[in-house]
């Protein structure tokens, strides 16, 4: 059977399969680094960032010990 795929349907499914692999991984243990995603569920630590991100944003995780914008050290010359 030949089924029509829409271009770009790919990119879509693997990044909802990478994001489901990120949520399942913290359901199941709250307290992960970035580093520990990446590890559990075999992403790339740019993936991890890219997707947590979003997730931060939207309100869907929250990061432990996160300074806000104006308490981070600002890194290199003024």
């Known amino acids: 059977m030949n089924e029509f795929i ?8 693997v990044k909802a ?5 990120i949520l399942l991984s913290l359901l199941y243990e709250n307290r992960l680094s970035r580093v520990q995603l990446a590890q559990r569920t075999a992403l790339s630590t740019t993936t991890i960032t890219n997707l947590v991100a979003e997730f931060l944003e939207h309100g869907i995780i929250a ?3 996160a300074q806000s914008p104006e308490k981070q050290r600002k890194v290199g010359r003024p």
């Open 63 to 65: 990061e432990e010990g």
């Open 17 to 21: 399969h990478n994001q489901q692999a």
């Open 6 to 13: 829409f271009p770009g349907s790919n990119i879509n499914l």
